[in-house]
């Protein structure tokens, strides 16, 4: 499942969690700590190629501190980027290279043991060409043994279950679902006599089943669970996180074509959940296929 995994590094505190998080999540694939020096490589006469050269120097000493203090041997590849935009470095990086995955650590800031996310690994997520994973501030976790998914039935959430169910397949991990249902606002229940406890009952039976519907289509080899559960978005993913030792959820419908593109639910999770969190690209419908294979087309002629 994981060949190559970028890990992104800045030389703070961050670095260490980003890092333990990648080897927690495939310690048999490739490493590749990247680290973007903020200088502009394009031809021009303002560029001061002297001034390039030190940026690059302090960082290569930096990122090998990195790689030391983390205890990894020098097989584990530096990459060293000039661009005024870490986020665009690692998402060109990991297009390049073909990476399976994006890492990167919550921002320096906020509480213990919490994602919260900053500019450059806010601006990673939108547009990343692969999943992205964001290690809370301060994780010391090991080898993921309860992944659980953000499941709501549309093809977002169907993509971020097939991809946590081979990272299941190949962790030994338990898999568990969980969808929020919500019923009518009380005050339109009360206007119009609806038994607003009737509706949600019936909301959560057809959400169950949705959710009973996935597990079947599941490798039966896997331990896997689901429920739906009455209740806010908000709170019910955010009691989930506690649970479980990975989030995964899936990106919004729309948006660059296979690229991660933040919706509401998922902008929440990775600033409030008490575990990593993947986002997973979300998945082409069939007319984008078409439209991409035409422009490759086109642009090879």
Not at 83 to 112: F, M, N, Q, T, Y
Request: hydrophobic share 45%; proline share 6%; aromatic share 4%.
């Amino acid at each position: 499942m994981f060949r190559k995994i970028i890990v992104g590094v800045d030389g703070r505190e961050g670095d260490q969690d980003a890092i333990a998080l990648a080897r927690a999540l495939a310690f048999e694939a490739e490493l590749v700590l990247a680290h973007a020096y903020p200088y502009d490589t394009t031809p021009s006469r303002f560029v001061m190629i002297g001034y390039g050269n030190a940026l690059r120097d302090d960082a290569q000493v930096a990122i090998r501190a990195v790689r030391e203090k983390a205890g990894l041997g020098d097989d584990v590849r530096i990459e060293l980027r000039g661009d005024l935009s870490p986020a665009h470095a690692l998402a060109k990086l990991a297009a390049e290279g073909h990476a399976d995955l994006i890492v990167v650590a919550s921002a320096h800031r906020g509480p213990v043991g919490r994602t919260l996310l900053g500019d450059v690994g806010r601006n990673v997520l939108h547009g990343a060409p692969c999943p992205v994973a964001i290690a809370p501030r301060g994780w010391t976790g090991t080898t993921p043994a309860t992944i659980g998914v953000a499941f709501d039935g549309k093809p977002e959430s169907q993509r971020a279950l097939q991809w946590a169910e081979r990272l299941a397949r190949e962790r030994g991990a338990e898999l568990r679902l969980r969808r929020a249902v919500l019923g009518p606002a009380p005050p339109i229940a009360g206007t119009y006599g609806i038994d607003i406890h009737e509706v949600q009952k019936e909301m959560r039976a057809g959400a169950q089943s949705e959710i009973d519907d996935a597990l079947a289509g599941l490798d039966p080899g896997i331990d896997a669970q689901g429920e739906a559960v009455i209740g806010p978005v908000y709170a019910v993913l955010d009691a989930f996180a506690e649970e479980v030792d990975v989030l995964v959820t899936g990106s919004r419908g729309w948006g660059t074509l296979r690229s991660v593109v933040l919706g509401s639910t998922s902008d929440r999770l990775i600033h409030h959940a008490a575990c990593p969190v993947v986002v997973v690209p979300r998945p082409a419908t069939q007319d984008e296929s078409r439209a991409g294979a035409l422009a490759e087309s086109a642009g090879g002629a």
